[in-house]
C-alpha cells in the first residue's frame, strides 16, 4: 500500500465555504507538547477533527502569560464560542466544551485579546483568525488543562513563547480507540482509500458534539474582537464573565466558517521515532526544535492515564513517514 496525501474537503463543505485564504504563520522554532490519546482522548480528537477540516492552518500556539492572562483566558472562551453561546451541559452530558486554540495563549480566541502580545512587538498576523470548539469528555478536558499547564511550567514557556502541539502515536500506529477519528485520519494518511478526510470532517459536524469552525466572535451580546478592530474595545461588568446560560446552544453554527484555512497540512512529514518505537506526529510543517539524538519528556507508557508519570526518550529518526517507520504504511487500524 502506498502512502498517498489527501487533504481534499467534501464536495459539500466546499460549497459552504468561500475561497477566501488565511495565510499560515510563520512563527518561530519553539519546544513541543504532545497530545497522548490514552490520557485524553476525546481532546486529542478535536485536535484530529480540526485538522482533518481545515479549520485550523497551524499547530503553533503564542502563551499568554501576562499579569491579565486568566481574564482573557474567559474572553477568548466566549469569542470561540465556549462558555455562553455554546452549551455542553456538563451536568447532564458529562462533556465539557473544549477550544482549539487554547484560552490560554494569545492564538486562542481568534486572536482578539492580544494586547499585551501586540504592546511587546507581537505582530497580530502571527494569530490565525480561526478556531474551533467542540463538546468533550469533562474528564478529558480537565486531564488536559491540567497537562498543558505543568508543561508551562516544565518548560519555562514565558509569555509569548511559541510552541507546537502534536500527536504521540503507539508502536502500532493505532490511536487509543476512543480518539476515533484520529484514528481514521491516520488510516487516511497511512494509504487507506476506503475513507478521506472530508469525510471524517463531515461526520464530525454532524455527531451532536457541537463541533464547529470560527472565525469571527461568537459573543451572543455585544460581538467584540479588540485586537482585530471590531466591537467595543473596553467592556466591564458581568457581561465579560465566563458564564453558561441553559437557553444558549450554538446548534445554527455548526460548519460556521467564512474562511478556507490553507494551505493544506502535511501529514507525513515530522515524524519522529522514539526510543520506545512509538513516535511522534506533527500535523503542519512546523518550525519545532526537536532532531535526532534529542532527549523528549513522554508519558511512561501508551495506557497511563497519569499525566505526571513521564520518562525521557531519545529521538532515534526524524522525517518522512515511510523513512521513519521503515515501510510505506503501516496496518489499518480498526475503526
Known amino acids: 500500500m502506498r502512502l498517498v496525501l489527501r487533504l481534499a474537503l467534501s464536495a459539500v463543505l466546499l460549497t459552504t465555504l468561500s475561497s477566501a485564504q488565511v495565510v499560515p504563520p510563520n512563527l518561530p522554532p519553539g519546544p513541543m507538547i504532545l497530545l497522548n490519546s490514552a490520557q485524553y482522548p476525546t481532546v486529542t480528537d478535536h485536535h484530529c477533527l480540526a485538522v482533518s477540516c481545515s479549520f485550523i492552518n497551524t499547530n503553533g500556539m503564542i502563551r499568554d502569560n501576562s499579569t491579565t492572562s486568566r481574564t482573557s483566558a474567559s474572553r477568548r472562551r466566549r469569542a470561540i464560542g465556549c462558555d455562553g453561546v455554546t452549551n455542553c451541559h456538563t451536568s447532564l452530558t458529562g462533556t465539557s466544551c473544549d477550544e482549539i486554540f487554547y484560552a490560554s495563549t494569545y492564538s486562542g480566541g481568534l486572536g482578539c485579546y492580544a494586547a499585551n502580545y501586540i504592546a511587546n512587538g507581537g505582530v497580530l498576523g502571527n494569530l490565525p483568525p480561526l478556531g474551533t470548539h467542540r463538546c468533550v469528555a469533562a474528564a478529558d478536558n480537565s486531564a488536559h488543562g491540567g497537562a498543558v499547564n505543568r508543561w508551562y ?4 514557556i514565558p509569555d509569548g513563547g511559541v510552541f507546537y502541539f502534536s500527536f504521540l502515536i503507539p508502536a502500532n500506529g493505532c490511536m487509543n480507540a476512543a480518539s476515533s477519528y484520529c484514528r481514521r485520519m491516520f488510516n487516511v494518511a497511512n494509504g487507506y482509500v476506503g475513507d478521506s478526510y472530508g469525510q471524517i470532517c463531515s461526520d464530525g459536524l454532524a455527531d451532536g458534539r457541537q463541533f464547529a469552525g470560527i472565525t469571527t466572535s461568537q459573543r451572543t451580546q455585544h460581538p467584540r474582537c479588540p485586537s482585530r478592530g471590531y466591537g467595543p474595545a473596553n467592556i466591564t461588568g458581568t457581561d465579560d464573565d465566563s458564564q453558561s446560560d441553559d437557553s444558549e446552544d450554538d446548534e445554527d453554527l455548526v460548519g460556521d466558517m467564512s474562511l478556507v484555512p490553507g494551505p493544506a497540512p502535511s501529514l507525513t512529514d515530522h515524524v519522529y521515532k522514539l526510543s520506545s518505537q512509538r513516535f511522534i506526529w506533527s500535523p503542519f510543517r512546523s518550525n519545532v526544535t526537536l532532531a535526532v539524538g534529542d532527549m523528549i519528556m513522554v508519558p511512561v507508557n501508551d495506557t497511563s492515564t497519569d499525566s505526571d ?10 522525517g518522512r513517514f515511510q523513512d521513519v517507520v ?4 503501516l496496518p489499518d487500524c480498526p475503526t
Not at 511550567?153 to 519555562?156: I, T
Not at 508519570?309 to 526524524?318: G, S
Open 153 to 156: 511550567v516544565n518548560n519555562r
Open 309 to 318: 508519570v513521564e520518562e525521557e526518550e531519545t529521538v532515534v529518526a526524524a
Open 326 to 329: 521503515g515501510t510505506d504504511s
